[in-house]
């Protein structure tokens, strides 16, 4: 075998050919499962405007199949348990929680998250604004199931993202998923900075997180995360001018007049924000008590971690009801698994034919 050079052009074309065919891959399994079909015929109406009324009706049906994924994936977790011969009714009763409708806290985490995730996805100037695309958003069901895996580890890192993007006043490029577009228009709803909505204590214990030199800045000049560019700068002007703010002002125009509901958003956002990052889900374990209290907590706090697969469950379960997701079609089904053994015993064959001529030796 003659050797390869071996250049940054050659490792450059290995890379991107491997780029095309996982998207390729990402395509075929999204055309099979339907989560590259278009959310847009759920939440606009005949004119192709935003529809407060259908939303909410895609939302009603979306949680409900929320539920009886929930339900499917508590039930799998009691038998788990049940495995375990540690493990009594009563132990299980209170470990997996019992079989129940949504309680009214879980219901509007998830419908908060729903209501949210469809907003800023709908936008259109917010999926391509200028090149920036700050929300990301498809218009897809895929946005649904990104939006819920796309989660910081813990309160202080969001706040960290939260608080740089307002000390550079980026508009929140530092952050990811959801929190970019949703903090971008909450911030521009109300004036208030995101950072500034921690209690005292809280900014300064997650302001030692901060990036090194932005905290070194801060302590220079005396000043929160929120005020560093002013400070650094004196003329508001001047800084919103070099730090790119200026720039969407035509845009943010545009937002403040025909986004609808800005405050039901807002209000959902941050109940969405403070449920998910809540202090008592990072600093405690589950709760070992019978209590119905206690155990409502243990189910609750279950939901919240488990967000994002109960999203891919009930976004699963919706576009199988409308014949969208394709999984459950035995004919489309077992024709995509055909095609993918064919493909990969062609590959092998290449691969067989390759040995023989030697080209591995």
Not at 67 to 92: A, K, L, T
Not at 307 to 329: H, M, N, W, Y
Request: proline fraction near 2%; aromatic fraction near 14%.
């Amino acid at each position: 075998m003659q050797p390869i050079e071996i250049d940054s052009k050659y490792i450059s074309i290995m890379e991107f050919r491997e780029k095309l065919i996982m998207e390729e891959l990402e395509q075929y399994a999204k055309t099979l499962t339907g989560e590259g079909e278009s959310i847009l015929p759920f939440i606009r109406d005949e004119n192709g405007n935003y529809s407060e009324e259908k939303t909410w009706k895609f939302i009603g049906e979306l949680t409900e199949y929320a539920h009886v994924y929930w339900e499917y994936y508590q039930e799998c977790q009691r038998q788990s348990y049940r495995e375990n011969s540690s493990f009594s009714e009563s132990d299980i009763e209170m470990l997996a929680g019992p079989s129940a409708s949504f309680s009214q806290d879980e219901k509007d985490f998830l419908q908060n998250f729903f209501y949210c995730a469809i907003r800023v996805a709908e936008v259109d100037l917010l999926c391509n604004l200028r090149g920036r695309h700050i929300s990301q958003a498809t218009q897809t069901f895929q946005d649904f199931i990104r939006y819920s895996s796309e989660q910081y580890a813990s309160r202080a890192e969001l706040y960290v993202g939260e608080a740089t993007a307002e000390a550079y006043r980026s508009n929140y490029a530092e952050l990811k998923g959801l929190y970019r577009p949703a903090s971008l228009l909450t911030h521009l709803f109300t004036g208030k900075d995101l950072s500034e909505r921690y209690p005292e204590w809280e900014q300064e214990k997650y302001g030692e997180y901060l990036p090194t030199e932005l905290k070194e800045n801060l302590k220079q000049l005396g000043c929160r995360p929120s005020a560093f560019i002013y400070e650094l700068f004196g003329d508001p002007d001047q800084s919103d001018a070099v730090y790119g703010e200026a720039c969407f002002e035509e845009e943010a125009e545009w937002l403040k007049t025909h986004f609808t509901e800005q405050k039901q958003f807002v209000e959902r956002y941050l109940a969405f924000k403070n449920r998910k990052y809540a202090l008592e889900y990072e600093e405690s374990n589950v709760i070992c008590s019978s209590d119905p209290e206690s155990v409502a907590q243990n189910r609750l706090r279950d939901l919240v971690i488990s967000l994002d697969r109960v999203v891919k469950g009930a976004v699963r379960l919706f576009t199988d009801s409308r014949k969208i997701c394709r999984i459950q079609d035995d004919n489309a089904y077992f024709t995509a698994s055909t095609l993918l053994r064919q493909a990969r015993k062609r590959l092998k064959k290449l691969d067989r034919e390759d040995k023989g001529r030697g080209s591995y030796v």
